[in-house]
């Protein structure tokens, strides 16, 4: 018997075609950097019609370690327009169970994910928490069963440490654009044995780090 996945589902890929097309055109643009006066709000804004989306290997990188993981709560930092929300999603949907929960600074971006995300219909798997994701992930109440960090790269270490509670042994984290400095932090943490990690390089467009937490 053969079983087909989501992502060829037609909305779904045309969605996501479109999408990276867009991301393309993005290229030429200014990317805002985060620090110095701006606040988190104003970086957000700032970024609002940017893409700053997963490589089409890393998003089905993400949709195998989903498949694999079988986890109920997908906790992803940094939802963008949506692209790597639609990866996580579909590999819920294939699993049969679960959900994606994913938070978003920008209400532009969130609007038009949601758009997306019901054209695609997979909007009933995924929850969108609007606001900074300091404040929206302090009040998950469930364990993070796989966590993408693909926000603000200043905040990856953060907003792990704020789920540090909620991981369990074996749960897989995902941290997109390692390649950036400020990324650093990050790296150094979950490569460091005594923090509860073995952790790992994939060489996938701007690098993805696979952390075990042990």
């Known amino acids: 018997m053969t079983h087909t996945s989501t992502l060829a ?9 479109r999408m990276f097309a867009e991301a ?21 804004d700032a970024a609002a ?22 986890p109920a709560t ?7 327009f949506g692209i790597s929300t639609l990866y996580l999603a579909s590999a819920v949907r294939d699993n ?5 929960v994913t938070t978003e600074l920008s209400k532009e971006k969130i609007a038009a994910a949601r758009r997306t995300f ?11 928490l609007e606001g900074d994701a300091r404040e929206t992930l302090a009040g998950l109440s469930e364990p993070a069963g796989f966590v993408l960090l693909d926000g603000w790269k200043d905040l990856y270490l953060p907003v792990l440490r704020l789920l540090e ?24 943490y979950v490569r460091d044995p005594a923090n509860g990690y073995e952790s790992v390089p994939f060489p996938v467009e701007d690098g993805i780090e696979i952390s075990c937490r042990l």
């Open 9 to 17: 589902d037609p909305r779904v890929a045309a969605a996501l075609e």
């Open 24 to 44: 393309e055109r993005d290229d030429s643009r200014p990317f805002p950097r985060a620090g110095g006066t701006m606040t988190a709000q104003e970086q957000a």
């Open 49 to 70: 019609e940017i893409y700053m989306p997963i490589s089409p290997e890393g998003g089905r990188l993400l949709y195998t370690l989903v498949r694999a993981a079988r």
């Open 74 to 80: 997908v906790v992803e930092f940094g939802t963008s």
């Open 96 to 100: 049969g169970t679960g959900r994606v």
């Open 118 to 128: 019901a054209e695609t219909g997979l909007d009933d798997v995924i929850t969108v």
């Open 165 to 188: 509670p909620r991981l369990a042994p074996g749960t897989l984290v995902a941290a997109d654009d390692t390649t950036f400095d400020s990324v650093r932090p990050y790296l150094d």
